[in-house]
């Protein structure tokens, strides 16, 4: 059984989750556009949150510690369009950030309470949340939580721009 800390993020991660996926109702025909020139398109930052291939956050996970914490260069406002992502439909981004969310949740409630505690160091995050140490658990928020819900607002004035019904 996932602890209490596990079983609310995974309530936090399927809240912004389901937030996202109402702003992605119907937005197949507008994939390619932005709400105006300079933004970013609607495919653009599905794979900006999709992470970059090959990486798996569930191993990045792992290596957070104790002691020598590992350093986790994040740079931010990065979209990689390579390969076969520029491809995608909506509904493989759909599955695909969706595998990566349970993926990432399933390997913390594998963890214990003493395992959630483990930090890494992420420099980018001092500005953020005032200090680079970061437990696993704040990670796994700031990856999911402040991201989805501030692109699901990005994604909410494409579908204004494009004349599409709010999304409830």
Avoid at 42 to 54: G, K, R
Avoid at 92 to 104: H, K, P, S
Avoid at 112 to 120: C, E, P, T
Avoid at 135 to 158: R, S
Wanted: overall charge negative; proline content about 7%.
């Amino acid at each position: 059984m996932p602890s209490a800390t596990v079983a609310e993020l995974r309530k936090e991660t399927e809240a912004a989750w389901d937030h996202l996926n109402q702003q992605l109702q119907n937005m197949e025909p507008c994939i390619d556009r932005a709400d105006e020139p300079g933004q970013w398109t609607t495919c653009q930052v599905l794979c900006h949150l999709l992470f970059e291939p090959h990486w798996s956050p569930v191993a990045m996970l792992k290596t957070f510690a104790t002691m020598n914490l590992p350093v986790i260069e994040i740079t931010p406002r990065q979209s990689d369009l390579s390969g076969w992502r520029e491809y995608m439909s909506l509904g493989q981004f759909r599955g695909a950030l969706d595998t990566q969310r349970v993926e990432v949740c399933s390997s913390l409630e594998t963890l214990s309470d003493a395992d959630l505690g483990r930090k890494a160091r992420i420099p980018v995050f001092k500005q953020i949340m005032g200090s680079e140490e970061v437990p696993i658990v704040a990670y796994v928020g700031a990856l999911y939580e402040h991201p989805w819900t501030e692109y699901a607002a990005q994604l909410a004035k494409i579908r204004t721009a494009m004349e599409l019904p709010e999304a409830t």
